[in-house]
């Protein structure tokens, strides 16, 4: 497991929305959207259901979230996240996850879910393997691969 660097924490904190990837049965990828956080060095997802994406993770744990990063390379080019990894499934906390995430995503002082007694849901944990991309999150690069 890739510990997370402080500067994509940092980044994940700013509330960017993730397109995470997983594999159907077929191999296919499934691509869908999230809110994400951080703990104990794994990244978080939370849904009050089951999902296509919970689905393929129970059958295939290879996960992929990509995020557009604010600025542009010195050669013109967008910054972008991806972070690779192991997910896995745990039923029960999502409502608790929501309402954390809703205060970066929506707003500071918002209800979410928007609904009584919300179903307990689902919580995802994906432990980065690799982090790949440009952008300031970076780390600088050693002389000894310049």
């Known amino acids: 497991m890739a510990r997370l660097s402080q500067r994509v924490i940092d980044f994940l904190a700013t509330g960017p929305l993730a397109h995470v990837v997983t594999l159907d049965a077929s191999g296919a ?14 990244v978080i997802i939370a849904t009050l259901h089951d999902q296509p994406k919970l689905r393929n993770i129970r059958r295939d744990p290879r996960i992929a ?8 390379s010195d050669y013109l080019l967008d910054h972008y996240l991806v972070l690779r990894g192991t997910a896995r499934v745990t039923a029960g906390g999502a409502p608790e996850w929501l309402q954390r995430l809703a205060n970066t995503y929506i707003g500071p002082g918002v209800v979410f879910p928007p609904m009584p007694n919300p179903p307990p849901g689902f ?24």
């Open 29 to 42: 990828p499934q691509v869908s959207m999230a809110w994400v956080g951080v703990e104990d060095d794994e």
């Open 65 to 72: 979230i990509s995020f557009q990063v604010p600025g542009r």
């Open 123 to 146: 919580v995802v944990r994906v432990a980065v393997e690799s982090m790949t991309g440009v952008g300031p999150w970076r780390e600088p690069e050693s002389p000894e691969t310049e």
